[in-house]
């Protein structure tokens, strides 16, 4: 599992909240991502990190926002939460030494009222 | 955007028998084609992956084969047994490292 652990595990808030989620890992890998998984959709690419203070978008981006402050968290922010966020989302990291092997945690499940 | 496509959605299968779930993608600059397994509750795990400068690779009862012209690859699991019953997920890259994945496909393997 790459040393990832995610917080919480579960979440239930209410639309217009801020949500914070947590992403930890104990192994010193530089790259991380955030996906969020949907019925019908697989995994979609949120935001990635490519180390410390190094982020960018990816194909479903709006409305979330990303933080890494060190190399063993990666925080994901739901500035103002909505319904159409209520999904699992999951958390991955890259291994030194390998080819883009990503490797995911237990997931989030959150869900927006 | 779609550049992944898997096929089935949902596949049953008695147990011995071969299961094999199929994806197409168009990005011709991916070069990495994971497949990943997932348990109910749980987060994806990689279960095989492949390079386009090989045809198949297999590990224990799982083979990817790989057609590069037609832009196909697909995940072969030989005697299927009940606790292959999982969702798979194909995925691709190229040098971004982002992965793209398919829609995934509900195995369902029989006793």
């Known amino acids: 599992d790459a040393g990832i652990t995610q917080s919480p595990r579960h979440k239930v808030t209410e639309t217009g909240t801020p949500v914070t989620l947590r992403c930890h890992q104990t192994e010193n890998h530089r790259y991380m991502y955030w996906y969020r998984q949907d019925p019908g959709h697989g995994l979609r690419l949120i935001h990635y990190?490519?180390?410390?203070?190094?982020?960018d978008k990816g194909e479903v981006s709006d409305g979330y926002s990303v933080s890494r402050s060190k190399t063993e968290d990666f925080l994901l922010t739901l500035e103002s939460a909505t319904s159409s966020q209520t999904s699992v989302y999951f958390c991955?990291?890259?291994?030194?030494?390998?080819?883009?092997?990503?490797?995911f945690g237990p997931g989030t499940r959150l869900t927006v009222l | 955007q779609q550049q992944v496509k898997q096929s089935p959605q949902s596949l049953i299968v008695q147990k011995g028998g071969i299961s094999i779930i199929n994806c197409a993608y168009e990005n011709t600059a991916f070069d990495y084609f994971p497949w990943y397994q997932q348990f109910p509750g749980k987060g994806p795990a990689l279960l095989i992956a492949i390079r386009p400068d090989v045809s198949e690779k297999k590990e224990g009862r799982f083979t990817i084969s790989f057609n590069k012209s037609a832009k196909q690859f697909s995940l072969h699991i030989m005697d299927s047994q009940p606790g292959d019953s999982a969702t798979y997920f194909c995925a691709a890259s190229g040098a971004s490292g982002r992965l793209t994945f398919g829609e995934g496909t509900q195995l369902t393997v029989n006793p």
């Open positions: 991955a990291a890259v291994p030194e030494n390998t080819y883009n092997e990503q490797f």
């Open positions: 990190s490519y180390g410390v203070k190094d982020t």
